[in-house]
Each structure stands twice: as structure tokens, then as C-alpha cells.
């Protein structure tokens, strides 16, 4: 099978990550699935939520949102509160970020991961999360630089990628004609060590057999494992700024 953009089923899009972004934040990550831009700012605030306070512990939460123009046509921003769907990514991304950060080490501080996408192509919240985790990285290294920290509270690398059936063929990492279309459409977050963290799976009409889901999450678990290949080069660099897949 060669799909509609000419890769492989199980090929990636060209993935791109451009760590320190921006300017402020402690850490800024401009993530590319293709044409699938998010940008991923992660801010260090010392202190926790309420529920938190006082348990030598810190947080890691996130938002997520779309630009007017990231899509065809022009969305309206959300003005009176975040809509459901940017709920549920939002709640994703934070997630599966607090997965891998050891929380205990981090003390009592936030890490708020802002995920703003400029460019949707599908695969946004994927994006997120992997683009997500690199920024986070890079805020706390300078938590350690500065010497607050004796050593990065991160226990793993986690990424994520979308899957799925274009009519009997499993595919992996949809753009938007393939997601608008898929039989089967999931998501699949995962820890380097090959530990889920979500999977979120939909048949659109006809039901699929365990035997296609386990081809899906072998389908995923490759992808990710080249994402968190690209995610070590990225941390581990010493002035490297852009880092291709």
C-alpha cells in the first residue's frame, strides 16, 4: 500500500523538533508532524495547587489550544472557556507528562506545558505530548543548572502517535485526509520502557478484532520508539537547537 502522501504504512511523517522556541519561557519546543506545528512552552512556577500544599511534592499540568487559522478555516478563539475537546486533550497532555516526572523530586513546584497549535494536519494532541515532554526536560535542566535540583526528576521519556485502518491496511501517524477517513482512528501513549500510558481507540462503523489491535499497538510502539530516539538527542544535546526525524 503507498498512501495518498507517498510514505509507507508504517512511516512517520517528517518530524522536526526546535528546542528553545521562544524566548521566555524555561522551556520552548516548535514540534512538526509534517504539517502539524504545535508550539510547547513549559513554565516553572514554585508553587502547587491547593490539594498539593504542604506534601513535599510538585505538579505537572497543561493546556491546549488552536489558533484561529491553524485550521482551513478560521475557528473562533475560546473566549468564555475551554471547549471539550481542548478539555480532553489538555487533561491528556497533562497526564501523560506527570507519568514520567517524579513528582516527589520536583518538590513543591509547577510546570505548566502550554501547547498551542499554529498548524493542524492531524495528530495535534500526539504532537503535544511528544513536543511536550522535551520542553518540560528542558525547564527542569535548569532547575539542576542552577543547582535547585541535584539532578533531573525525570524517570523516562514518554511520547505518543495515532494509528490506524485505511480500509484493511494498519497505518501509522494519520494526517487529516487519513484521520478524516480511517476505519479504526486511535492514539497510543507510551513510556521509552514500552509501558502504556493511554490508548484511545474508535471504530468509525465496523468493529475490529483483537488481532487488529495488536498490529496497531506494534504499529504505534515502533513509532514511538523513533520519537523517543529523537527526544534523547534533543535533551542530550549541548547547543543543538534543531533536531530532525
Request: charged share 25%.
Amino acid at each position: 500500500m503507498v498512501r495518498h502522501d507517498g510514505r509507507r504504512p508504517d512511516q512517520l511523517r517528517p518530524v522536526v523538533v526546535t528546542r528553545d522556541y521562544l524566548r521566555h519561557p524555561e522551556g520552548s519546543v516548535l514540534v512538526e508532524f509534517g504539517d502539524t506545528k504545535v508550539i510547547c512552552t513549559a513554565s516553572l512556577e514554585d508553587k502547587v495547587p491547593p490539594f498539593l500544599r504542604g506534601r513535599g511534592q510538585g505538579w505537572v499540568t497543561a493546556e491546549y489550544g488552536m489558533l484561529p487559522r491553524s485550521t482551513n478555516t478560521r475557528t473562533a478563539r475560546e473566549r468564555s472557556g475551554t471547549g471539550g475537546r481542548s478539555q480532553e486533550i489538555q487533561r491528556l497532555v497533562g497526564r501523560s507528562l506527570r507519568a514520567v516526572v517524579d513528582m516527589a523530586k520536583l518538590g513543591e513546584r509547577t510546570v505548566w506545558v502550554d501547547c498551542d497549535v499554529i498548524q493542524a494536519d492531524g495528530g495535534t494532541r500526539t504532537a503535544a505530548i511528544t513536543g511536550g515532554f522535551v520542553a518540560v526536560a528542558d525547564a527542569l535542566a535548569t532547575l539542576v543548572k542552577a543547582g535547585t535540583l541535584a539532578a533531573l526528576p525525570v524517570r523516562d521519556c514518554v511520547a505518543a502517535i495515532s494509528v490506524g485502518m485505511i480500509g484493511v491496511h494498519p497505518v501509522l501517524d494519520l494526517d487529516y485526509v487519513e484521520d478524516s477517513t480511517a476505519d479504526v482512528d486511535m492514539n497510543v501513549v507510551m513510556t521509552a520502557a514500552g509501558a502504556f500510558v493511554e490508548v484511545q481507540g474508535t471504530a468509525e462503523q465496523t468493529p475490529f478484532s483483537k488481532e487488529r489491535l495488536d498490529d496497531l499497538l506494534a504499529l504505534a510502539s515502533a513509532g514511538i520508539r523513533q520519537l523517543v530516539g529523537l527526544q534523547r538527542r534533543a535533551i542530550e544535546a549541548r547547543g543543538e537547537k534543531t533536531f530532525v526525524l
